[in-house]
């Protein structure tokens, strides 16, 4: 059971380019969303999903887009990657509302 | 406002000791009440749900004030594999929303 997959685990960006981050569940999960966080600090909602078809936009949604075409994926998309957008980035699934969700291990991202 | 608040610590506990800490949160409507625990670099993994009577799980205790709109968190016989960052979560119109975390180091 392979819970939540994150791709890649590492990245290395130059500003402007634009890249997909994967994000895939094995759980029939309804609820998937997208993290990113900084050094020293807690995890700020980018985007997230309550199924498939629907997406809705977190705390810090600028610059990246998703979409939700099947229960599974949830992919993340760096429009045109900012130095700004270097962090650490979490995917996680759950169903909605109804207890602890899982965390995928992360993709480390940098933009230079 | 942030809409979760934790104290960042750290909080340095001897081993053995208790330690206590809480979080506040400000939407009076939200519905879910987590900890997570976080090593460093890794992803967040659940500790425990927080129920309105309040739980325990082994060693640590959870506690919820509605009405102060608070959550606390108890660590008893704290172990040095207990260090790591404490997050308080909070779901809620469907978000799940996290405290910048709470850091505790347990020394021998």
């Known amino acids: 059971n392979a819970g939540v997959t994150q791709t890649p685990k590492f990245q290395v960006l130059k500003t402007g380019q634009s890249m997909t981050l994967q994000c895939a569940q094995d759980?029939?999960?309804?609820?998937m969303s997208w993290y990113r966080q900084d050094p020293g600090m807690g995890l700020r909602l980018i985007h997230y999903?309550?199924?498939?078809?629907?997406?809705d936009q977190g705390e810090v949604p600028n610059g990246y887009n998703v979409s939700r075409s099947t229960t599974e994926d949830f992919p993340l998309r760096l429009l045109s990657a900012a130095p700004s957008q270097t962090s650490v980035y979490f995917c996680?699934?759950?169903?909605?509302?109804?207890?602890?969700?899982?965390f995928g291990s992360g993709t480390r991202l940098t933009v230079v | 406002r942030k809409e979760v608040e934790q104290d960042p610590g750290p909080f340095n506990v001897p081993e053995g000791a208790t330690v206590a800490f809480n979080c506040t949160y400000s939407?009076?409507?939200?519905?879910?009440f987590f900890w997570y625990r976080q090593d460093c670099r890794k992803e967040p993994k659940l500790l425990m749900s927080?129920?309105?009577s309040g739980n325990e799980d082994g060693r640590f205790t959870a506690q919820l004030n509605r009405a102060s709109q608070y959550i606390s968190l108890l660590i008893r016989d704290s172990k040095l594999s207990d260090s790591a960052t404490y997050l308080c979560?909070?779901?809620?119109?469907?978000?799940?929303?996290f405290g910048g975390g709470t850091r505790v180091l347990v020394k021998p």
């Open positions: 979560v909070v779901w809620g119109g469907n978000k799940l929303t």
């Open positions: 759980m029939n999960h309804e609820y």
């Open positions: 999903s309550v199924g498939a078809g629907i997406t």
């Open positions: 939407n009076s409507a939200s519905q879910s």
């Open positions: 927080v129920y309105s």
């Open positions: 996680a699934s759950g169903v909605v509302g109804a207890g602890g969700y899982t």
